[in-house]
Every structure is written in structure tokens, then in C-alpha cells.
């Protein structure tokens, strides 16, 4: 098992031979092995383990137990006790989720403590199993049919070759004692029903089942890859990219005869799931919307435009930008005293009459009854009406950052600024304005 271990590192992580590794370790058998093989293999390791505090003194013996290995192989040791069941019923969720909550917000904490690089968990080629018939009995797409993924980020499951069979009986042929969390044994949770019920059928009608299981894992990936190929090279036909919004051409995108999974695709990590609404909007009048939990989809003219959910959040919040400064929030914008009048022609850079304006600029959203004097035009304009005749959509107005100085506006943010502060032949400071992307 250690050589088959060796190798796989060598072969799939070669990345983790040289960096510092914190192991997630319970004092399960998965977890006790995947320790002393990678002690045997002389990595450079650290050991957390969380004490949930769920079963009272078995969890304190846990902790104990493998703080004490620790000190026996040389590894150091980090441990932490959390009151799981009031975090539970303080932000109401399962004691599972509150338990997986709590150790994942330690162990990014922990690496970013003490500048370790990656996180090993013990997850194991039946843990894969179970999770796929988890997300198979709930309804899925292919991303949850794969499984547990060797990598994600800073997480790596180096173990996941090996069976829980595999595991135990090295434990056992070594004399490596281990930790039982009897709660393992109870069905009441999906996960532990599965594993006590449902996996022994599939091993005992197909004694190579673990082998195919890691075939069509195999197959699936492969599978995902090439859907993530072609998606790609779809969606930048399709999709503009502008800050955190997109725009997606419906007449691009009708090109394809499936083009319908391919916009469920790009929308699912936006949180998007109730593809009728979606399916509809595609043909809808302009104007319309959707919204997921962080995102909206409008459909404007012939294009759909996904954009964050905050864009069209009342936002009564001013900033301020004061002179030779520049500000990052809400977007960047700098200025800065010029010499002369730049031959620019960029919308995101103004060039103004300094001694017109009064320091601090104020940059705030839009507002109702808002007026300005284009630049190059006679008398004022209502922003609704400039809004309308530019044909900006409801979600680009609603996003607009209108840069003021004192009651009168100067410029909207990367579009046109107000006549009253062009520069003119009497002009003796000339301030350069420009929005950073």
C-alpha cells in the first residue's frame, strides 16, 4: 500500500512532494492510515483534528488519542474543541452542516496561520461511492455523478485509490490501533444507510464493483472534459465579458440546436435551477427578469444579461474622491492635474476644467428627477431620458455611477460628461478623470 501510494503521489500530485501539508485526522482507520503512510513516506506534515464534542467522552478520548500518535511519530499537532450543537441552533442548519462548516473555517485558518499549502483529507474510494448515489437519489447533473474529486483547490484526497477493504486490512496487518465512532454504525443519516444497506447489494451481485465503479468515474471525467472543451469554445462566441457582467448574444447562441443546455450549464453556478423561467426568457419581451439567490438574467433587446444581484440593490451609499486620490470602492476611479488636453479617445477617461469643480467629488447612484448638460449638446437632459435614448438596459442603469461635484453632475461613469466642465479656451488647470477596469 505505501509503494502504491508513493507512486500515486509521484504520478497525480508530484506538487505535494516539496510543500507543507496539514492532514485532517479523527482517529478513524481511514484517517490513522493515510497519517502513518505519509510519516513513512517522510513528508512534511501537520496533523488537525476537531473535537465536535458530540459524543462526550469518546470525542475527548479521540482527541487524546491522536494527539498521542502525534507526539509518537514526530508530526505536530493541531486541536480545537467547538460547541457544534449551538452553532446548529444559533444559524439553523443540521449538525452535519454545522460540523463540516466549523472544521473547513479552522483548516483555511489554520494554512493561512501557518502557511501550509495544502489540505490531505482520508476520503476513500467507497466515500466516492456513497456520494454518487447520494447526489443520484436526489437528482443531478453529471458534475455530481463524479464522485469526489481528487483536488479542489487546496483540498487533496491522496487516498481515494484505496477501498475502506483496503484500509483496514493494512491497519490490521500492521497492528495500527484506530478510533470507532459508533455513530458510524446508526442509519438515521442518508450517507451511513447507504453504506450499511445499499453498497453491500452492489459488492455482493458484482465482486469487481469498486473496479468498475473506478471505470466509470474514469469514463465520466473524460466525459466532463470534453463538455467543458466545447462549452468553452461556444460561450466565448457567445459571451461578453464586462466586470462581473455578461453578455450573451441569443442570435449566437440560437445557432446551436441544443443551445438550451448549454445556457443551463453557464447559468447553474449562478445559481439558476428552474430552467422553465430561463427557457421562456430567451424568447421573452425585453424587460423581463429572473432572479436566482445572488444573480439576475434579463433579457434586453437580443441579448440576455446576467449580472450580480446587488446591481439593482438601492444603494443611498456616497463616495468620496478627493484630490490627486484615488478610490477602489465601489470601482476605481483616479484623477489626477494634467498639463494639457490628452488626444484620448477612451469612454472610461474625462478630461474636465479643475477650477469648476469642489473637492471631494461625490460618486453615488442615480436618482430620479437627476438632470445634466451633455457634453456637445444645448439645455439639460433627464438621466431617465439619456438612459433611454443610449438604450441602456435595466440592469445597466440601475449599475450607472454618477461622479457629482457638490449638487451638479460631472460625468456618468463611462459615458458622457456634463458641458458645464469641458475644457475651454480659458481653461488654466485641466484635471485627467479616469475609470480603471
Given amino acids: 500500500m505505501l509503494v502504491k501510494l508513493k507512486t500515486h503521489v509521484q504520478n497525480r500530485f508530484p506538487h505535494l512532494q ?15 492510515v493515510m497519517l502513518r503512510l505519509f510519516a513513512e513516506l517522510k513528508m512534511d506534515i501537520a496533523v488537525a483534528h476537531c473535537n465536535f464534542q458530540l459524543r462526550d467522552k469518546e470525542s475527548d478520548g479521540d482527541m487524546e488519542f491522536v494527539k498521542q500518535l502525534c507526539k509518537q511519530l514526530g508530526v505536530p499537532f493541531f486541536g480545537i474543541r467547538f460547541d457544534t450543537k449551538q452553532y446548529a ?4 442548519v443540521s449538525i452535519q452542516i454545522a460540523a463540516r462548516d ?4 479552522w483548516f483555511d485558518t489554520l494554512l493561512l496561520d501557518k502557511k501550509l499549502d495544502f489540505l490531505l483529507t482520508a476520503h476513500h474510494l ?5 456520494t454518487f448515489l447520494i447526489n443520484f437519489s436526489r437528482g443531478t447533473g453529471l458534475d455530481g455523478l463524479m464522485g469526489i474529486p481528487e483536488q479542489n483547490h487546496k483540498i487533496v484526497r491522496p487516498i481515494l485509490i484505496f477501498s475502506r477493504e483496503e484500509i483496514e486490512q493494512h491497519a490490521r496487518e500492521n497492528g495500527w490501533d484506530w478510533r470507532e465512532d459508533h455513530t458510524n454504525a446508526e442509519t438515521k443519516y442518508l450517507r451511513n444507510k447507504i453504506r450499511k444497506e445499499v453498497v453491500p447489494i452492489f459488492k455482493k451481485s458484482n465482486a469487481g464493483f469498486l473496479n468498475s465503479f473506478k471505470n466509470s468515474m474514469m469514463y465520466l471525467n473524460e466525459a466532463h472534459s470534453l463538455i467543458e472543451d466545447a462549452s468553452k469554445d461556444f460561450y466565448d462566441r457567445v459571451v461578453i465579458e464586462e466586470g462581473e457582467t455578461r453578455y450573451f448574444s441569443i442570435a449566437a447562441l440560437k ?17 439558476f435551477k428552474n430552467w422553465d423561467d430561463v427557457d421562456v426568457l430567451v424568447d421573452a419581451p425585453t424587460g423581463k427578469m429572473i432572479f436566482s439567490d445572488t444573480a439576475v438574467l434579463l433579457k434586453n ?8 444581484k446587488s446591481v439593482l440593490d438601492d444603494d443611498k451609499q456616497v463616495y468620496e474622491l478627493y484630490e490627486n486620490e484615488t478610490i477602489t470602492k465601489p470601482i476605481i476611479i483616479s484623477n489626477e492635474q494634467q498639463n494639457e488636453r490628452l488626444a484620448y479617445e477612451d469612454k472610461d477617461i474625462i478630461f474636465i476644467d479643475k477650477d469648476q469643480v469642489k473637492f471631494p467629488l461625490l460618486l453615488r447612484k442615480w436618482r430620479e428627477g437627476d438632470s445634466f448638460y ?6 439639460s437632459k433627464k438621466l431617465s431620458k439619456y438612459f ?22 460631472v460625468w456618468i461613469v463611462g459615458g458622457r460628461m456634463d458641458d458645464r466642465f469641458k475644457i475651454k479656451s480659458t481653461t488654466k488647470n485641466i484635471l485627467k478623470i479616469q475609470l480603471i477596469k
Avoid at 126 to 130: A, I, L, P, T
Avoid at 255 to 267: C, E, I, K, Q, V
Avoid at 301 to 308: F, G, K, M, S, V
Avoid at 374 to 379: C, E, I, S, T, W
Wanted: hydrophobic fraction near 35%; charged fraction near 20%.
Fill in 18 to 32: 516539496q510543500a507543507k501539508l496539514l492532514l485532517a485526522v479523527s482517529g478513524g482507520v481511514d484517517s490513522i
Fill in 89 to 92: 441552533q444559533v444559524n439553523g
Fill in 102 to 105: 466549523l472544521r473547513y473555517q
Fill in 126 to 130: 467507497d466515500d466516492s461511492v456513497e
Fill in 255 to 271: 445557432t446551436r440546436g441544443n443551445y438550451l443546455a448549454y445556457l443551463h450549464h453557464w447559468l447553474l453556478p449562478f445559481g
Fill in 301 to 308: 433587446r437580443e441579448q440576455l444579461i446576467l449580472a450580480p
Fill in 374 to 379: 451633455p457634453l456637445g449638446m444645448h439645455g
Fill in 388 to 409: 433611454k435614448d443610449e438604450k441602456y438596459s435595466q440592469i445597466e442603469k440601475e449599475s450607472a455611477w454618477i461622479l457629482c461635484s457638490e449638487t451638479q453632475i
